[in-house]
Structures are given as structure tokens and as C-alpha cells.
């Protein structure tokens, strides 16, 4: 482990995909007189703490695990959420110039009610979203920057959180331009993680989780198909790595030379599960990046993701807590 930790100050990352902002909002219950005007009981937020969502909770644990640069490519708004990302992501050594503001759209942005008294999320999230496809001018800045800056990095991350055709920044074009980058760059670890398109990619390293997967082969093979033939999936995509992941059991690598499982360490009484797909992802490219092994890769993941899922929140795994973890 110590090996890989070691060479992630060595490593650059880019997060191409939904970059958003995640609020943490505490209310107090005692405080929820209703409004004059309207009689309606109000929600009284007394503190609030924002992180870079999404996306950005990828760039989040890389940037934890010591990656020397990590850096976002996706499509804000000209607004507060805005602002309050570029700053969260400031406050993390996360570079956010590559970020497109666009007037047109409003910043994705995830608002989460915490319960003062109980420590609990109780309320209906508020999320801010955007029900348009992105605009002409701001996918062509997505595209151009993603071209110039492909070289410069080690790890590519693609994070495509839309489950519709709207709103996301990974659309067809963008698909396309990773497509073709990829093969032109076999040095790099190129990885996708989608949650409705991932049957869409090739040539890439591919992070579907087993229902992910599943939907997917339905899609490109039809409903008779075994719901457990992930190497299909792989040929179809043209994939050179295929990872089905399976939440706290462990993840399915998926190659043409066959199938290997790579368990997890049980861990009981997670705190939050929130954000351990992403947690996983992180540590798999910092150390497929660092070592070429698919297999100690997915295992130094899990052990990433163990250590977030006792955290509230989308938390991080630093190098000193990964190395106090023993087997």
C-alpha cells in the first residue's frame, strides 16, 4: 500500500463529468414557526457546510489520497452554488479553471436537511437541476478544453451522474471525443463511471455496478440475455477492463481473458454508504495508475471505500489512515 500512496504525489488526475455542490444544511425542529404571510411552517437552517458533489466527490478522495494535481472539467452555472463550488474545490487544492460557467444553467446542486436534534437527514432533499440539455456554446467549450488538456494527465475520469438525456455534460459528443482520445493514449487509465449510458462508451475502462451492469445488458442484448454475461458486455463496449462492482461484497474484474472476483473486508455498522462507489474509484486508478494490477488495484479501492463508509457523508480516506488499516 505504501508503494502506491507513494507514487500519487507523482500522478495527475482529471474529473471530466456532473461537477456539483453538495449542502449539508442543519435545521432546527424548535425553530419552525410558521410564516406570517403564509402560515406555512418554516425550515430554519442554522449552520450549513457545502463539498464539491458528485463529480467532484471523485476529485475530493483523489486529491485525500495525495494525487500531486487533480483537476475538474464540467459545466456551472453563473450563480451563489457556483461560487460556493469553485471555493469548496479552492479549499481542497481541487483546480476548477477548466470549469465552463454558462448563464443558461443553473449550478447542479444537491441540498440535504440534517435534523439539529437527531443528527439525521428527515426532509425531502432540495436539489437544483437543470431539465434543458446543455447549450450549444457550452458543450463546444467542454469539447475544445478536453482536447487541448487530454495529454497532460495520467488518469482520466469520466463521472456521468445524468439518468435522462438532459441536463448532463457527458453527451454523445463528449463520448465521442473520449472515445477516440483513449486508444491515441494507452498510457493513461481512461475510467468510466455512468449511471444509464455505460453500454454507450468503448475503449475504455468501464465502473458499472451490478444493477448498472445488468440494466445495460438487457439494453444491448435483450431481455433473454444472462443477466450474469458481463463478459458481453466488456466485447460489446470494447472495454479493456470491465469492473462490476457489488457494493460492501466486492467487485467482478472483468477482462478477455476471463473473470476475476476481488472480495471486500466485511465492515459492520457502515456509517454512510454515500459516496463509496466513488471512494472506490479514486483508490482503483491511483493504484492501477501506480501499478498495472487490476486485481491489488480493486483491492487497494476497498480498502478506500471501508475506510469513507465510517464517515459521515462523502468522506475521504487519507494516506495515514489507509496505512493504520490492517488486514
Known amino acids: 500500500m505504501?508503494?502506491?500512496?507513494?507514487?500519487?504525489?507523482?500522478?495527475?488526475?482529471?474529473?471530466?463529468?456532473?461537477?456539483?455542490?453538495?449542502?449539508?444544511?442543519?435545521?432546527?425542529?424548535?425553530?419552525?414557526?410558521?410564516?406570517?404571510?403564509?402560515?406555512?411552517?418554516?425550515?430554519?437552517v442554522t449552520?450549513?457546510?457545502?463539498?464539491?458533489?458528485?463529480?467532484g466527490t471523485v476529485a475530493n478522495n483523489l486529491a485525500a489520497l495525495g494525487v500531486g494535481r487533480v483537476s475538474v472539467l464540467g459545466v456551472i452555472g453563473q450563480d451563489g452554488h457556483g461560487f460556493e463550488l469553485r471555493r469548496a474545490l479552492q479549499l481542497r487544492g481541487i483546480e476548477g479553471d477548466l470549469l465552463v460557467e454558462?448563464?443558461?444553467?443553473?449550478?447542479?446542486?444537491?441540498?440535504?436537511?440534517?435534523?439539529?436534534?437527531?443528527?439525521?437527514?428527515?426532509?425531502?432533499?432540495?436539489?437544483?437541476?437543470?431539465?434543458?440539455?446543455?447549450?450549444?456554446?457550452?458543450?463546444?467549450?467542454?469539447?475544445?478544453?478536453?482536447?487541448?488538456?487530454?495529454?497532460?494527465?495520467?488518469?482520466?475520469?469520466?463521472c456521468d451522474q445524468a439518468e435522462s438525456g438532459c441536463g448532463g455534460v457527458v453527451n454523445e459528443a463528449v463520448r465521442a471525443l473520449i472515445?477516440?482520445?483513449?486508444?491515441?493514449?494507452?498510457?493513461?487509465v481512461v475510467m468510466v463511471d455512468s449511471r444509464a449510458h455505460i453500454a454507450d462508451f468503448r475503449n475504455v475502462i468501464a465502473k458499472p455496478n451490478h444493477i448498472e451492469a445488468q440494466r445495460a445488458l438487457r439494453e444491448v442484448l435483450g431481455e433473454s440475455v444472462d443477466q450474469f454475461a458481463y463478459g458481453a458486455?466488456?466485447?460489446?463496449?470494447?472495454?479493456p477492463l470491465l469492473l462490476v462492482t457489488h457494493g460492501g461484497e466486492g467487485v467482478l474484474l472483468v477482462t478477455e481473458k476471463g473473470e476475476r472476483w476481488v472480495p471486500t473486508i466485511p465492515v459492520e455498522n457502515p456509517v454512510d454508504i454515500c459516496g463509496a462507489g466513488d471512494s472506490f474509484a479514486a483508490?482503483?486508478?491511483?493504484?492501477?495508475?501506480?501499478?498495472?494490477?487490476?486485481?491489488?488495484?480493486?483491492?487497494?479501492?476497498n480498502r478506500v471505500a471501508s475506510i469513507t463508509i465510517m464517515k459521515p457523508g462523502t468522506g475521504t480516506a487519507s494516506p495515514a489512515e489507509l496505512l493504520a488499516v490492517r488486514s
Open 233 to 239: 458486455l466488456r466485447e460489446h463496449m470494447q472495454s
Open 102 to 158: 454558462s448563464a443558461e444553467v443553473q449550478t447542479f446542486t444537491y441540498t440535504k436537511l440534517i435534523n439539529h436534534s437527531t443528527g439525521k437527514e428527515d426532509q425531502p432533499r432540495i436539489d437544483f437541476v437543470n431539465q434543458s440539455k446543455l447549450p450549444g456554446s457550452a458543450v463546444r467549450l467542454v469539447l475544445d478544453r478536453l482536447q487541448g488538456v487530454f495529454d497532460q494527465f495520467d488518469i482520466v475520469m469520466v
Open 179 to 188: 472515445q477516440e482520445l483513449a486508444p491515441v493514449y494507452p498510457d493513461k
Open 283 to 301: 483508490g482503483f486508478t491511483v493504484a492501477y495508475a501506480a501499478t498495472r494490477d487490476a486485481a491489488r488495484a480493486a483491492g487497494f479501492g
Open 2 to 44: 505504501k508503494d502506491i500512496l507513494d507514487k500519487a504525489p507523482g500522478l495527475a488526475a482529471l474529473i471530466v463529468g456532473d461537477v456539483c455542490l453538495d449542502r449539508w444544511c442543519r435545521y432546527d425542529p424548535l425553530l419552525g414557526e410558521p410564516s406570517r404571510e403564509t402560515g406555512i411552517p418554516r425550515t430554519a
Open 47 to 55: 449552520s450549513a457546510e457545502v463539498t464539491p458533489g458528485a463529480a
